[in-house]
């Protein structure tokens, strides 16, 4: 979660296109979407997928992450050890790079919509990654938590984000599901994230997929000076 | 937090007895109250704390956690990387053993209470620990989150308990600041946990402590038989 800001949730998507496996005959307009994990060759479009998340949250002013900030504190522990980042790259065709990362520690999940209509993508440019025209969508960050409970450890999903032209086809569904398929192959016994109490379309789509909504608890944050000031031995 | 269950709240104490760094003069009855990082020892000890916080919360029967799941999967990374136990240990002596932790890693805190009468606790043979009437009291478990917003790291703080006989003497308050110098130390941005949101006395402690309650945000949980299903493809 930023500041005090949502995951913009993946949004319910009534409307959403067909997704297929890789490998599937495409029909209409195809758009393969690759989920990988993030390199910190990425940062550049992390640090502008983090702002466009504050915009949209209408707290670009709580802000203040830097490409340095990010490159410095994220990428310090193996994946899913710490702090881990999973991107999703689109392209309308296959795709014919190897990811850096396919290898034992994550093998990319590939999944082909089918598409009515092309998507008219503004920033192609910017959000370039690789050859061809794939270009980054979204991405999630994620770590571990611990469930004192259980015994064991989980995940929790921090930020969750999909480009706005690329949102309502299942998209943000598909960043969640990896997640979740990740923390079932490591024997992990949850994922957690927030959602903000009057987002009720996002409280409906997480019930759709199997999450359960606590309803008591609060967040309770020591930040900035009131932080600080324990550092003086308060 | 465990499982839907709260960490109990360091409860509020308006008759605190005085708290004075170690080498003060002690009046009255004396508790020396000492905060250090956990061993993989421990582990009985955390079984047991965590058992009575799940009494406390009347949600043992959620509780599932065994000495072996604990030891499986904490201590698997160097202390403050990832999942992080400082054990809350009092005695009516000065603390003459040196922790085995004692070292660069993380210096042993130390107060001393000044109690008008001393302690019966009828536990003290179960949480005895090191040399003379050392007695485990609680313990506080965290690991580190993170923060797009702020681009850094913070910490977690998933459960907070202390013995039923030692609350209301200012210890919930010494882990939790224990937490905090150390969030400040490594130069972190934000310190978190949850509250039962009919919990009024604990809400009014933690804003007493500088804490913020976010009161928009709820959490979402993925477990059990749905978090499978993802495993399955799904």
């Not at 800001?5 to 890789?22: D, F, L, S």
């Not at 296959?94 to 209509?117: A, K």
């Not at 903000?196 to 000076?225: H, P, Q």
């Amino acid at each position: 979660m930023a500041a005090a800001a949502p995951p913009p949730p993946p949004t319910p998507a009534p409307t959403a296109p067909t997704m297929v496996p890789e490998g599937s005959t495409p029909v209409g307009y195809p758009l393969f979407a690759r989920i990988r994990l993030a390199h910190p060759s990425d940062v550049p479009h992390i640090h502008k997928l983090i702002h466009q998340m504050a915009v949209f949250e209408r707290l670009a002013n709580m802000c203040t992450a830097t490409e340095s900030s990010l490159s410095s504190t994220l990428f310090t522990s193996p994946p899913f050890q710490s702090f881990t980042i999973f991107i999703l790259e689109v392209s309308s065709q296959p795709f014919s790079d190897t990811p850096l990362d396919q290898n034992t520690i994550y093998t990319p999940d590939v999944q082909v919509l089918n598409l009515d209509l092309p998507i008219e993508d503004p920033e192609k440019e910017i959000f370039r990654s690789g050859i061809g025209d794939v270009t980054v969508a979204g991405f999630v960050l994620f770590f571990p938590n611990y469930s004192t409970f259980l015994g064991k450890p989980g995940f929790y999903v921090e930020d969750l984000f999909v480009r706005d032209c690329y949102r309502r086809k299942g998209l943000g569904r598909m960043l969640l599901s990896a997640v979740a398929k990740q923390a079932v192959k490591m024997g992990y016994g949850r994922v957690e994230w927030v959602v903000l109490d009057w987002n009720v379309n996002a409280i409906k789509f997480y019930e759709e997929m199997g999450a359960k909504v606590l309803s008591e608890w609060r967040i309770c944050r020591l930040t900035g000076e009131a932080l600080q000031a324990y550092g003086n031995g308060n």
